[in-house]
Nanobody
Framework: QVTLVESGGGLVQAGGSLRLSCKVS????????MAWFRQSPGKEREFVSGISDNGGYTDVAESVKGQFFVSRNNAKNEAYLEMDILKPEDTADYYC?????????????????WGQGTQDTVTS
């Protein structure tokens, strides 16, 4: 079994930054590409950013381009999401996702392993 655990969420003022981490443990070979999704209150879960197995390809949603930055450290079995210039509309539960594929997907595939999520709240 493989487990993904997010950390780094919290409360931040608008204009501030947060750095989320996703630690992969257990059967780490089950996870290649990784991605971040978020779900705001009353809204559907949406794709935020993804990164390929070796970090050579990254994908960022248009709504947060230039604001969010994805990276990974395979030696530590971790992925990261740097969130800058945060706005109240960025308030959401953020989820880490992993797949045994080379490249991330913007959709919620059935073979995805999910973390339990971490809550980010951005105040005015």
């Amino acid at each position: 079994q493989v487990t993904l655990v997010e950390s780094g969420g919290g409360l931040v003022q608008a204009g501030g930054s947060l750095r989320l981490s996703c630690k992969v443990s257990g059967r780490t070979d089950y996870v290649a590409a990784m991605a971040w999704f978020r779900q705001s209150p009353g809204k559907e879960r949406e794709f935020v950013s993804g990164i390929s197995d070796n970090g050579g390809y990254t994908d960022v949603a248009e709504s947060v381009k230039g604001q969010f930055f994805v990276s990974r450290n395979n030696a530590k079995n971790e992925a990261y999401l740097e969130m800058d210039i945060l706005k109240p509309e960025d308030t959401a539960d953020y989820y880490c996702a992993g797949r045994d594929r080379d490249y991330p997907s913007q959709s919620e595939e059935d073979d995805t392993t999910w973390g339990q999520g971490t809550q980010d709240t951005v105040t005015s």
